[in-house]
């Protein structure tokens, strides 16, 4: 198993940057930011260190120099908008860069592409399973011709007042995931799993390891501390970030150890990414660079 990181943390750092902060830390891989080149929408959403939209042959051939120069090899391009927009011109956006995406994987030899599979906040799970066939079927369909995979992030995408009361991402649950794959089914749709999502949404993050062990294509490694006295305070129906806050690996509810071990149950063998969202470490660039060297020196116990 490869240990990396999610590059949208590096906000600051140009892609060369980014890349000598990873290698800085020892670890094996990154799972690289590729958002529009334009503002962001919201928080950890508009970094960019490739411009896939541009990006020319002789280009990739740069990327991928670089990051073999430094030992560190590229897990996935990352780039979760809401392709189930209810706004149609924000929705054909977020489609229309997915599929510069899927191209641009291809062309580096990445061939995953990391994201989610969005939501219509307003319409019922029902309305979004349908429109969901009509979205993401010809995706799919370009995805498989280029010989690239969708993995996509179990995040509800709920945390904001905007983002209420559905959330931006269907797939949520494993009887969502059960659902989806079975509408969806194509071998280039699996998951990139976080098991952070499941600790708020109290749902065993260890036990979808073992029945959708062929659909997880790359995971992280995010933590998530549940703060019993809020939750008392406000219940399960309040946005989650009045009783919850993502935390560093080894700082929040997660058993990382029991994770590790599920995932070598599985076998599973490919690359895995620290995602910070720990605002504790956000005081300034230094702190974000600190909390990237902790994070790495607390998961080399398990992932070597």
Same mark, same amino acid.
């Given at each position: 198993?490869? *240990?990396?990181?999610?590059?949208?943390?590096?906000?600051?750092?140009? =892609?060369?940057? %980014?890349?000598?902060?990873?290698?800085?830390?020892?670890?094996?891989?990154?799972? @690289?930011?590729?958002?529009?080149?334009?503002?962001? &929408?919201?928080?950890?959403?508009?970094?960019? +260190?490739? $411009?896939?939209?541009?990006? &020319?042959?002789?280009?990739?051939?740069?990327?991928?120099? =670089?990051?073999?120069?430094?030992?560190?090899?590229?897990?996935?391009?990352?780039? =979760?908008?809401?392709?189930?927009?209810?706004? %149609?011109?924000?929705? #054909? /956006?977020?489609?229309?860069?997915?599929?510069?995406?899927?191209?641009?994987?291809?062309?580096?030899?990445?061939? *995953?592409? &990391?994201?989610?599979?969005?939501?219509?906040? &307003?319409?019922?799970?029902?309305?979004?399973?349908?429109?969901?066939?009509?979205?993401?079927?010809?995706?799919?369909?370009? /995805?498989? /011709?280029?010989?690239?995979?969708?993995?996509?992030?179990?995040?509800? %995408?709920?945390?904001?007042?905007?983002?209420?009361?559905?959330?931006?991402?269907?797939?949520?649950?494993?009887?969502?995931?059960?659902?989806?794959?079975?509408?969806?089914?194509?071998?280039?749709?699996?998951?990139?799993?976080?098991?952070? +999502?499941?600790?708020? #949404? #109290?749902?065993?993050?260890?036990?979808?390891?073992?029945?959708?062990?062929?659909?997880?294509? +790359?995971? +992280?490694?995010? $933590?998530?501390?549940?703060?019993?006295?809020?939750?008392?305070?406000?219940?399960? %129906?309040?946005?989650?970030?009045?009783?919850?806050?993502?935390?560093?690996?080894?700082?929040?509810? @997660?058993?990382?150890?029991?994770?590790?071990?599920?995932?070598?149950?599985?076998?599973?063998?490919?690359?895995?990414?620290?995602?910070?969202?720990?605002?504790?470490?956000?005081?300034?660039? $230094? $702190? @974000?660079?600190?909390?990237?060297?902790?994070?790495?020196?607390?998961?080399?116990?398990?992932?070597?």
């Amino acid at each position: 198993m490869k *240990l990396g990181i999610v590059s949208a943390i590096f906000d600051q750092s140009n =892609y060369q940057e %980014m890349i000598d902060i990873v290698a800085s830390n020892g670890l094996d891989c990154v799972e @690289v930011a590729c958002w529009p080149n334009e503002k962001a &929408t919201r928080r950890y959403a508009g970094v960019s +260190h490739i $411009d896939v939209a541009n990006l &020319t042959e002789e280009k990739a051939e740069e990327i991928l120099s =670089y990051a073999a120069k430094k030992n560190v090899e590229i897990s996935a391009l990352a780039y =979760y908008p809401n392709p189930l927009d209810e706004d %149609m011109q924000k929705r #054909q /956006a977020a489609i229309d860069h997915l599929y510069h995406l899927i191209d641009a994987a291809k062309l580096l030899k990445v061939n *995953l592409v &990391t994201t989610f599979i969005g939501r219509m906040q &307003t319409k019922s799970v029902s309305e979004n399973l349908a429109e969901m066939e009509k979205v993401w079927k010809p995706i799919l369909n370009h /995805a498989e /011709a280029a010989g690239v995979r969708i993995g996509i992030e179990n995040c509800p %995408m709920l945390f904001t007042e905007d983002e209420w009361p559905g959330g931006q991402n269907l797939m949520t649950t494993p009887a969502l995931w059960r659902e989806i794959f079975s509408r969806l089914d194509s071998d280039a749709l699996g998951l990139n799993y976080d098991p952070s +999502h499941f600790v708020w #949404q #109290q749902i065993d993050y260890l036990a979808p390891l073992y029945e959708f062990k062929d659909k997880i294509f +790359h995971v +992280h490694y995010k $933590d998530i501390k549940l703060y019993p006295e809020k939750l008392k305070d406000v219940g399960v %129906m309040a946005a989650p970030l009045a009783y919850m806050s993502p935390k560093l690996p080894g700082l929040g509810d @997660v058993d990382w150890g029991k994770y590790v071990s599920a995932l070598t149950d599985i076998g599973f063998d490919g690359f895995s990414c620290i995602e910070v969202e720990d605002k504790a470490f956000e005081k300034n660039y $230094d $702190d @974000v660079k600190k909390s990237v060297t902790l994070s790495t020196k607390y998961l080399r116990n398990f992932v070597i």
